[in-house]
């Protein structure tokens, strides 16, 4: 099948960046990019693609080229899956909050939903993906769902997870590791999962699309999620060992990282992981493990969620207990509140827990991010639901210039790794601060000699 128009539900930070390198490497491919939410869809559509709701680097020029010519950014759902051969779904798969499996499974309502809006306007076969991450075995309800049309309509389900990272999304869909499809095997799979691959084939190499059965590709996307954080978790638990011992994780990382087996990547010590899937995605399969009765995988699984919360905590205990155990009417500056450099998401963002407890023992939070809102703090906070709105806007102040943020601050604490903070002027920030002058790196960015020759007290993670 020659396709020549695709559609994605859900334009958010997979489904925005990954149609815009669609329609880039792929001209003669008409793609349609819907959601529900009009602000989103009028931001994408801003002229100034400064104001694009998603800040990724390269992402405005690849938008600038493609927009208008055969990328739309539409609110019109039912249009776009009328006329499209290829349908990604890519809306947002929480945690649920509420009811069986809550704070563990896979919210699957939006998914549902797609599923339902398709079946009842699909007038022509369609191929529908899966983008979004879901448990294993959801393409099962999802055909279910599209077989009672019976309109004679024909359905291929897909399963083609995404591995970008936020920050990286643009040099990562532009050279994935791997692009995975998961089909059926009977003849109609194969021929869906060969019209993807053709889409794939304009720009990635055949050697790095890899199809497979739909529960293989399901299952390998939380796989490959689990391992990762539970790299981050494992460094990080040696962290704390380090700190007893007198070792350096810093240097313990190099160490194994150089065995070719283990390798030098996801080894950074850090205040925890943050951001919208390592943790959803973990919670998500040890609730699947769960459910089949594996006990012991879902302990396994689960671990790593445990290091991470107290790795999270430690560090908030750490600044309380240096500050001579309290931290109340004190100003504590935060560089950063995203989950990691280079992006404007703040989900799980390890800030908004440490940013609790500090406010929990009343101090003041004083934030400087290069790229993250007021509001967007202030939300993150009231998220959690730990105290009434009014107060997380007494106790959280933000700076437009980090000196600012800095200045009579009792501490400075790290939370995301923006390289700007690195060229600081520290002399400026001591001079500025009250004494003793704390750094809590978070991130291990900042050079522990420098700093401790301007005269700061200066604490690293696992050091
Ligand atoms: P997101 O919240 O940024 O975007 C989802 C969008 O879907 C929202 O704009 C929402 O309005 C829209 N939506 C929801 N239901 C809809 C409906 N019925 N019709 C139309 N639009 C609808 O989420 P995201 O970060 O893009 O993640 C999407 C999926 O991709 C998740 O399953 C996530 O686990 C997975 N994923 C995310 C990343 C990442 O880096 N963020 C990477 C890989 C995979
Ligand atoms: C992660 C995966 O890397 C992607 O492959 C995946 O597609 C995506 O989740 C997803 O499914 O959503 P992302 O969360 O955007 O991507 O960013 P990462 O670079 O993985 O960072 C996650 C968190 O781990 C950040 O808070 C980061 O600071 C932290 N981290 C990362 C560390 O603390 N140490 C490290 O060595 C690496």
Request: net charge negative.
């Amino acid at each position: 099948m020659k396709i020549t128009k695709i559609c994605c539900i859900g334009a958010g930070y997979v489904g925005g960046p990954t149609m815009a390198v669609i329609a880039q490497k792929c001209p003669h491919i008409q793609v349609t990019v819907v959601d529900l939410n009009e602000e989103r869809i009028s931001a994408w559509n801003d002229e100034n693609t400064d104001n694009i709701p998603i800040y990724e680097p390269g992402l405005d020029t690849i938008v600038a080229e493609a927009r208008g010519r055969n990328l739309f950014f539409s609110t019109e759902v039912d249009k776009a899956i009328d006329e499209a051969q290829i349908i990604f779904i890519s809306v947002n798969t929480p945690t649920k909050t509420y009811g069986k499996g809550k704070g563990m499974a896979a919210d699957l309502k939006y998914i549902e939903l797609c599923a339902r809006q398709i079946a009842r306007v699909a007038k022509s076969n369609k191929i529908v993906v899966e983008k979004s991450t879901l448990p294993v075995r959801t393409a099962e309800a999802i055909k279910s769902i599209l077989d009672t049309t019976g309109n004679g309509v024909q359905f291929q389900i897909l399963s083609n997870p995404e591995f970008l990272a936020e920050g990286t999304a643009v040099q990562d869909l532009l050279s994935p590791d791997r692009i995975l499809i998961g089909g059926d095997t009977t003849e109609e799979g194969q021929k869906a999962i060969q019209a993807l691959v053709d889409v794939y084939s304009n720009w990635v190499s055949p050697e790095k699309i890899l199809t497979t059965n739909v529960w293989s590709s399901e299952l390998s996307k939380l796989t490959a999620n689990a391992f990762l954080a539970q790299r981050i978790s494992s460094i990080n638990a040696m962290s704390e060992l380090c700190e007893k011992t007198g070792a350096d994780v810093n240097e313990v990382a190099r160490a194994i990282g150089m065995d070719s087996r283990i390798g030098p990547k996801f080894l950074k010590a850090s205040v925890g992981f943050g951001g919208s899937c390592f943790q959803k995605d973990i919670l998500n399969l040890v609730y699947i493990a769960k459910s089949y009765g594996l006990n012991e995988v879902a302990d396994y699984w689960e671990q790593v969620i445990i290091m991470n919360d107290h790795q999270k905590r430690r560090f908030s205990n750490n600044i309380v207990q240096t500050l001579y155990n309290t931290v109340a009417d004190k100003k504590i500056a935060f560089l950063g509140w995203a989950f990691k450099k280079d992006t404007n998401d703040t989900r799980e963002s390890a800030a908004i827990y440490v940013a609790d407890d500090l406010i929990n023992e009343q101090a003041k939070i004083a934030v400087y991010d290069p790229k993250v809102s007021r509001k967007k703090m202030v939300n993150d906070l009231n998220y959690l639901e730990t105290r009434a709105a009014e107060e997380n806007e007494r106790s959280i102040f933000t700076f437009e210039n980090p000196y600012l943020s800095c200045e009579n601050a009792h501490a400075i604490a790290i939370l995301t790794e923006w390289d700007e903070f690195v060229n600081y002027d520290w002399q400026r920030i001591y001079d500025g601060m009250q004494k003793p002058a704390f750094v809590f790196d978070g991130r291990n960015i900042l050079n522990k000699e420098k700093l401790e020759a301007i005269g700061f007290v200066y604490q690293a993670i696992g050091s």
